[in-house]
């Protein structure tokens, strides 16, 4: 089963239909021999997730849009679809598991508090933020008071309880930076103690990521390049919640015409706009190498 999970918080641009396009067909037969069998990796499903985690940021209108795009594109996925933020209380469960085993602390930290702690540490002795919880009384005087925190992933932690990170590996069946491919080393300690639980929504999006993926039983995970950092944090949440892994395949990531990789705010782009300037799903499939 491969899945399209994206955040509606802008119109799907050509970077998006390359994506899902890729990730469908995945989930579709290989081979021409196979026509009448669905891929084994992929065991011919896929699902749509809407992941809508923070409301602030997403849009009813841009969850519509998604719908339309893709049916317009000729996809067609399982229905019902998990819209994240109907399932909260799901993400908190993991979370409360992850506190009671000593895995995750508060942080209280603002942003810039954050970039200076990582800033001010001896002879660039912290990349990336590595922190702890703060002695309990602290902590309890700093809750009573009212003070937003976030949960972040204690590294040290999980290295104590998995007795290092040397058997988190994952399959790479596309190609990562530097064409990384085949059987990849997890490295999650390049991403620092990750924030699972933002302050402001109450999960964040590695633990809602890994929790929906196995939940829903993905198999194959499709995305693009720009993810295949988080796979290495991803990769270790599995293991910490006892999660299957599935395989990867992270794709090149569709360019403009100067160069650059798509973004949302490239307006023009849009797959609304696109449909709307009379293109047909067929010539855009096309362009994008899917005949
Ligand atoms: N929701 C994420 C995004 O819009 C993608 C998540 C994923 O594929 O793991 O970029």
Same mark, same amino acid.
Request: net charge negative; glycine share 8%.
């Given at each position: 089963m491969t899945r399209f999970a994206p955040s509606p918080t802008g119109y799907l641009h050509r970077g998006h239909a390359y994506s899902a396009l890729t990730a469908f067909e995945a989930s579709r037969p290989a081979a021409l021999e196979s =026509?009448? #069998? !669905?891929?084994l990796e992929s065991g011919g499903r896929f699902i749509l997730r809407i992941e809508d985690i923070d409301r602030t940021r997403c849009r009813a209108d841009y969850e519509a849009a998604i719908y339309e795009d893709l049916a317009w594109l000729g996809l067609s996925w399982e229905t019902p679809v998990r819209r994240q933020s109907e399932h909260m209380a799901h993400y908190g469960a993991a979370l409360r598991g992850l506190a009671q085993r000593g895995l995750i602390y508060r942080c209280f930290r603002t942003r810039r508090e954050v970039a200076w702690a990582i800033e001010s =540490? !001896?002879?660039? =002795?912290? #990349?990336v933020f590595r922190g702890e919880a703060l002695p309990s009384a602290d902590e309890a005087r700093r809750i009573a008071a009212g003070e937003p925190y976030a949960w972040r992933l204690s590294l040290g932690a999980a290295e104590r309880a998995l007795g290092g990170f040397g058997a988190l590996t994952f399959h790479e069946t596309g190609e990562g930076p530097d064409g990384q491919h085949g059987l990849i080393q997890a490295r999650p300690e390049l991403g620092g103690d990750v924030v699972l639980a933002r302050k402001d929504v109450g999960v964040a999006y590695h633990l809602a990521v890994v929790s929906d993926d196995a939940l829903q039983g993905v198999t194959q995970i499709v995305r693009g390049q720009d993810l295949f950092e988080a796979t290495h944090v991803q990769r270790l949440l599995q293991a910490l919640l006892g999660y299957p892994t599935p395989t990867y395949r992270h794709h090149r990531l569709v360019t403009g015409a100067d160069g650059r990789r798509l973004a949302k705010r490239d307006r023009a782009q849009t797959l609304r706009d696109l449909r709307g300037s009379g293109m047909t799903p067929q010539a855009l499939r096309a362009e994008l190498g899917f005949g």
């Open positions: =026509a009448l #069998e !669905p891929s =540490a !001896p002879h660039g =002795a912290m #990349e």
